[in-house]
């Protein structure tokens, strides 16, 4: 039987925990330790990420910390291909190559920064996070990639939340997320 679209084939939602009030009223946070814990469904996603971008020639992945960190690096093991992490202020070294960019989340204002000699011009690259909300956070780890001269080949989240639009904010960006929800509940 063929799968249409390339779907994975597991029902990956029903092992994201849901806890309402976190991290403050009024938000329902998407908890995928119970993913991390178990092999099956954690190699499965790997390997559904993995299936989606193989023939995309990836030179570099970039994860966002740091849940990003998480898929990031197996994904990158997976792929053969080098793994670049995108961090929060004052937490990478060499402060005169780092690049950084100030965004707006769903809740507040944050920076990311990146070496900026970690991407060569026109190396193909893969960022992946665990989450897509509002998209600042991810327009914001793209934007560095494109100061580098690098080329984006896809992005990719877990989980994507719909409702908020984050998507938008990627422009014509190949982005692919393994789960989505439609709408907060």
């Known amino acids: ?20 009030d976190f991290p403050k009223t009024g938000i329902m946070f998407r908890d995928i ?6 092999e099956k469904i954690l190699r499965a996603a790997v ?10 020639k990836i030179q570099k992945i970039i994860a966002i910390e740091s ?20 961090r929060k202020p004052k937490k990478l070294p060499l402060q005169n190559l780092l690049i950084s960019k100030e965004y707006s989340l ?19 690259v893969l960022l992946i996070d665990d989450l897509l909300a509002t998209g600042g ?9 494109e100061q580098t001269g690098a080329c984006i080949a ?3 989240f877990l989980i994507e939340l719909d409702f908020l639009h984050g998507r938008d904010k990627l422009g014509t960006y190949n982005v692919f997320s393994l789960v989505h929800y439609k709408n907060e509940k």
């Open 137 to 145: 956070t991810m327009e914001a780890a793209a934007w560095m990639v």
């Open 154 to 156: 896809g992005i990719a």
């Open 67 to 86: 849940r990003g960190f998480i898929f990031g690096a197996m994904l990158a093991y997976k792929l053969k291909c080098g793994f670049i992490p995108i």
């Open 1 to 20: 039987m063929s799968n249409p679209k390339n779907k994975p084939s597991i029902n990956f939602k029903k092992y994201i925990r849901s806890v309402p």
């Open 33 to 38: 330790t119970t993913i991390l814990m178990n």
């Open 106 to 124: 769903e809740y507040g204002k944050d920076t990311l920064e990146m070496h900026r000699d970690a991407l060569k011009n026109k190396e193909r």
């Open 47 to 56: 390997d559904a990420f993995a299936k989606k971008f193989q023939r995309k």
